[in-house]
């Protein structure tokens, strides 16, 4: 039993890394980002490539990879998505346009990555070791990640609680319009959100890269995770997310270990659609007006 | 003025296009589509294209194939199916009608070449597939005459690997228990079908069954029941990003067994270089016979062209399906599709995996089951050929 619970919590960890940077992309920046699988990609085969060929250890590499990812993100939302928030009447269409654009990004990241790495699967070595909580062996890759996953969540949640400039991301996420009345600068912090939420994504990827088996293609998988995280927890809330995130992880590996590993799928979609018809705001989430 | 130099323009432009067409009969136009991006991306870059590129290369080397008294080079027009049936089918049209391509080379994996080939048969092009292991070959084969079946079946591999572990386990190397995992789709569907009854005819005694989704990589929970289960033996009928979690999982938990087999992925040298040592013993689908000179000299002619090292289970017989449709044209002499198949169908071809024979269209003659032993995937179990060696028993991790 404690072993269900830890891996699923494990489980949980890696979630949490793939959906939390999509959650600031959605929730504030409102950009329904489909090219958020494939920036997660890309910090696979980066941490990867410090690794391999420069053997960059994959948790110092972060120190590279998240302010290079920020400063990508920032200048994707610059040039690819401002023009759509500004032309935008209202939050439904930019949401129809930013998935449209992403959709084309999702292609453009995925193209660039073929191109570079070619389409094989990869993986290395990293941390690949046994390490025994309560008698039971886990990977040691996995619970660093996890270990990660605690610290990013915990930093993101005083930033957006307890800081200036995190009250002023959440004023933004709730009513744009209001915050900019207040005298925040709603391009810009929409741009950061943006911004921060693609380095949070490339360095799950990163963490993710030391125990999955990737290739440029598989961005979609982790998109379709990140979504239904994201809406389960209730857009643009960290601790929704983060909640959803353990849900999940502790059911499927509960359903894999007491029922059948074949309905670990089937018992992520049935969560989803409870939580749907109970609260389809999400289980964080404010209803919409 | 103005009238006379478009009227120029148009004679250039006309010459252009024609100039190409006098000089078409010396060059072979030759489609491929298979996936580059999707899922099984992957697989394609590993195992499909670079053979490809090499059969491609290395008959425009020679200068071409003999076709009667002309000599023909190879045009090569490839497309991405992205791993989606609608659009290999979609490609395969269009290789046919639009571009008018002379032959068409296998497309990747079992779905896929099943997709494509009523559109390949219509337009009356040779199938020679190399990437689809699957029990319905014979009736394929039938249904489409044009198509020709390399790498064996389900049946086949399942038995190989039945064999495998018998051998250890009548040899007092491993117990009678089983755990036997399959990846929930057509493939570990069909395999497992195949396995199970033989596992259970051969007095095995299954102790852990389970299947799990596709795309499956959180797999702690999975190999922890099945350790629970303590088993003497383990096979999963796995795909490539599975495999590796699986193995990695068994590694960290602990899962001591004489015989370790996993699917798809096994075979690749990136399995090796991941797992290193520990990679020692572990069997899986697939296996080359390397004291074969000619088997030895491929893989050396690949490394050295596409920089990668091929994998060791379906590369071979993907180069080996080119060099059939190849032989085959030089045989018959002509381009004309109809002699050429039939020339496949009765003809008998020196590839790197020996000598093609087909029986009623499919190939009966395959490696079923690797081991890695000192970084080669060498073949230990095989149907109607030499094995590279003996399975033994597999060390502790």
Same mark, same amino acid.
Do not use: R
């Given at each position: 039993m404690t072993q269900i619970i830890v891996t699923g919590i494990l489980l949980s960890g890696t979630y949490a890394l793939i959906a939390l940077g999509l959650t600031l992309q959605y929730g504030v920046a409102r950009i329904m980002n489909l090219a958020n699988g494939e920036t997660l990609v890309a910090g696979c085969f980066i941490a990867m490539w410090l690794f391999t060929t420069?053997?960059?250890?994959p948790i110092v590499g972060l120190l590279l990879i998240a302010p290079a990812a920020f400063a990508a993100n920032w200048a994707v939302y610059r040039v690819a998505l401002e023009p759509l928030v500004k032309r935008a009447k209202n939050r439904g269409q930019l949401e129809v346009d930013s998935i449209l654009a992403t959709f084309g990004l999702l292609f453009l990241f995925q193209g660039m990555m073929l191109l570079t790495f070619g389409g094989e699967y990869f993986n290395y070595t990293f941390l690949a070791q046994r390490f025994d909580i309560f008698g039971s062996g886990f990977g040691l890759n996995r619970v660093v990640a996890f270990a990660a996953a605690v610290v990013i969540a915990v930093g993101l949640y005083i930033f957006l609680y307890h800081t200036r400039y995190g009250t002023a991301m959440r004023a933004v996420s709730a009513d744009p319009k209001s915050a900019n009345l207040v005298a925040i600068d709603v391009a810009r912090t929409a741009a950061i959100a943006f911004a921060l939420g693609g380095a949070l994504t490339a360095c799950g990827g990163a963490l993710l890269s030391t125990f999955y088996t990737f290739?440029?293609?598989?961005?979609v998988v982790f998109t379709m995770k990140a979504l239904i995280i994201v809406i389960m927890g209730g857009v643009g809330d960290v601790r929704g997310a983060v909640l959803a995130a353990i849900i999940l992880g502790v059911a499927e590996t509960a359903v894999a270990s007491l029922?059948?590993?074949?309905?670990t799928l089937a018992a992520t979609y049935t969560l989803f659609i409870v939580v749907l018809l109970f609260r389809p705001q999400g289980i964080f989430g404010r209803p919409t007006s | 003025m103005k009238r006379r130099t478009l009227f120029a323009a148009a004679i250039c432009a006309a010459g252009l296009t024609l100039a190409p067409a006098a000089f078409a009969q010396d060059v072979i136009k030759i489609g491929a589509s298979a996936?580059?991006?999707?899922?099984?991306g992957g697989g394609g870059a590993m195992t499909h294209w670079p053979n490809i590129e090499l059969w491609v290369h290395e008959i425009n080397e020679a200068g071409g194939l003999q076709v009667g008294d002309r000599q023909m080079t190879i045009e090569l027009i490839e497309y991405d199916d992205q791993t989606n049936p609608e659009i290999a089918i979609q490609n395969i049209q269009r290789l046919a009608t639009?571009?008018?391509?002379?032959f068409i080379v296998t497309p990747y994996s079992t779905g896929i070449n099943i997709a494509t080939a009523p559109m390949i048969a219509q337009h009356g092009y040779p199938h020679i597939t190399t990437s689809a292991a699957t029990d319905g070959v014979a009736e394929f084969a039938q249904r489409w005459p044009n198509s020709f079946w390399m790498l064996g079946t389900a049946t086949q591999l399942a038995v190989g690997a039945v064999e495998a572990f018998s051998k250890l386990r009548d040899a007092g190397e491993i117990g009678d228990t089983v755990a036997l995992l399959y990846v929930g789709d057509a493939f570990g569907q069909e395999h497992i079908n195949a396995a199970k009854p033989l596992l259970l005819e051969a007095g !095995?005694?299954?102790v852990y069954e389970a299947s799990y989704p596709f795309g499956?990589?959180?797999?702690a929970p999975i190999i922890a029941a099945a350790k629970a289960a303590e088993p003497d033996s383990f096979m999963a009928f796995s795909y490539p990003g599975d495999t590796f979690a699986l193995t990695e999982q068994a590694q960290i938990q602990g899962l001591e067994v004489g015989a370790f087999y996993t699917g798809v992925?096994?075979? !690749?040298p990136s399995f090796r270089d991941r797992f290193g040592?520990?990679?020692?013993g572990i069997m899986g689908i697939g296996g080359v016979n390397l004291d074969d000179p000619k088997v030895a000299d491929y893989f050396d002619r690949h490394e050295e062209l596409t920089g990668s090292e091929p994998d060791y289970w379906a590369s071979a017989t993907t180069y080996a399906g080119l060099q059939v449709l190849a032989q085959a044209i030089e045989e018959t002499g002509s381009l004309d599709r109809a002699a050429v198949i039939e020339t496949i169908q009765n003809g008998t071809f020196d590839t790197v995996i020996g000598t093609i024979d087909f029986v009623d269209n499919v190939n009966p003659n395959v490696w079923t089951v690797g081991q890695w032993r000192d970084g080669k995937f060498v073949a230990v179990a095989a149907d109607g050929i030499a094995v590279g060696a003996e399975p033994v028993v597999k060390p502790a991790w």
């Open positions: 420069l053997t960059i250890n290739n440029a293609s598989m961005g029922i059948d590993p074949s309905l | 996936p580059k991006t999707g899922p099984l639009i571009d008018n391509v002379d !095995f005694d299954i499956t990589q959180d797999v992925g096994t075979a !690749f040592d520990a990679a020692e």
